[in-house]
């Protein structure tokens, strides 16, 4: 009776201690698998359900769209539900195209949005492997591997204090969660994944 | 002296009041305050597409009002990524700005903002007179010292209009009522070239 006490005392302590930190062996492992599939990769489309949670709200906020990406660093958010909007990220300009309104920015001027665009664009490849830049942390919880990616850049940092990205079994990134500072978030999570897919030039036009 | 009286008349019209510019026809107020019912509801998470055009210039996100008790509510406003452009708590009729972009940190914008909501956000306001015009029954408040003129009808509000020097310098139009939401809301700044567009999603 004793043993099996002690057993399920062991099982409960494993099964509630769920994430834990990954070795560095383990990290590196991560790190060059997702280095090795983002350099083979050229483009991705995948179908992203994003949701956008404020603590005093009794909801989170849900969008549906599909993401469009074409390497090095073209990249495009279509919103389709529940409203329509498209944001592509080109040749250092944001174009908007807001249910039939089009715009523009040049991104450029504008450090900060220049800088949180290039992170998200690499971030849909996981590509933020960069200790100069962030201060990284890898956990893991049965087969889901993740790592935390907190700003070093003081001003950076006011705006995002992490994005935590879900890695798949090929080093795709599954779910990207941006942490705000009061520990707001934004959660994208990706489903029906292409790579490498001719993409028609027309996607990225505007 | 025919020309001297239309004068006459001609320049005592441009000094009128805003009630009396408008024909409004003076009615006895059956109730001593307003009500804007569209922020009211602290079950209901207010989430808005929001539109902005400013001098040719546009920006676009979602806005978002939670009332978190009486006289108390939260108004964030974030690209539609989810980035917070804006956060501001509003209690008991003092701002506080929780966080805004540096772009937008500019005082004129954040007291145009500021002074927007309270209006927007204003539940209930003592009514100073009340009036009609058509079919519509009009009650004019004083908000932070400044009159705004409440245009309901069929019980429902459907416009306020921030007048300064008898002139509206500012509108809330509220359409597509569903229950206590208004489906669009626009404030427009026809001085200023300013017009906010929500849609609620």
Request: proline residues 2%; aromatic residues 12%; contains cysteine.
């Amino acid at each position: 009776m004793r043993k099996l006490l002690f057993l399920l005392f062991i099982l409960t302590v494993s099964l509630l201690q769920g994430q834990s930190d990954m070795t560095p062996i383990e990290a590196k492992a991560l790190r060059e698998q997702v280095k090795t599939l983002a350099e083979s990769t050229t483009t991705i489309v995948s179908d992203f359900t994003q949701n956008k949670h404020l603590d005093f709200l009794s909801n989170d906020i849900e969008s549906t769209g599909t993401l469009y990406f074409k390497a090095p660093d073209v990249v495009k958010w279509e919103y389709k539900t529940p409203y329509s909007y498209t944001a592509l990220f080109k040749s250092n300009t944001l174009y908007i195209n807001n249910e039939g309104d089009k715009s523009s920015m040049d991104m450029a001027s504008n450090k900060l949005f220049k800088r949180l665009i290039e992170l998200i664009a690499n971030s849909i490849r996981g590509n933020l492997f960069d200790e100069e830049l962030f201060a990284i942390s890898y956990f893991k919880n049965g087969n889901k591997r993740t790592a935390h990616f907190a700003p070093k850049d003081s001003e950076f940092a006011l705006y995002i204090k992490e994005f935590q990205i879900d890695f798949g079994a090929e080093g795709e990134v599954v779910q990207l969660i941006m942490l705000e500072p009061s520990e707001d978030y934004t959660k994208i999570v990706f489903s029906n994944r292409k790579v490498n897919q001719t993409i028609e030039d027309a996607v990225f036009a505007h | 002296m025919r020309f001297l009286l239309i004068s006459l008349f001609a320049l005592l019209l441009s000094c009128a009041s805003y009630p009396v510019k408008n024909d409004f026809k003076i009615i006895p107020a059956t109730q001593n305050q307003v009500f804007n019912p569209y922020f009211s509801d602290a079950k209901l998470d207010y989430i808005y597409k929001a539109h902005l055009q400013f001098n040719g210039y546009t920006l676009s996100g979602i806005f978002i009002v939670k009332k978190i008790e009486d006289k108390h509510y939260r108004i964030v406003f974030t690209t539609e990524m989810g980035n917070t452009i804006f956060d501001f708590t509003l209690q008991n009729n003092v701002f506080q700005t929780n966080q805004i972009l540096p772009d937008i940190n500019k005082k004129w914008v954040v007291n145009i903002l500021q002074k927007d909501f309270r209006v927007l956000l204003k539940e209930n306001a003592l009514i100073a007179h009340g009036y009609n015009l058509s079919e519509s029954i009009i009650y004019e408040v004083k908000i932070n010292n400044m009159s705004y003129y409440y245009y309901s009808m069929d019980d429902q509000l459907k416009k306020i209009a921030g007048v300064q020097s008898r002139k509206e310098i500012v509108n809330f139009i509220f359409s597509d009522v569903e229950k206590t939401m208004a489906q669009k809301i626009e404030i427009i700044h026809a001085k200023l070239n300013l017009r906010i567009t929500l849609k609620a999603i």
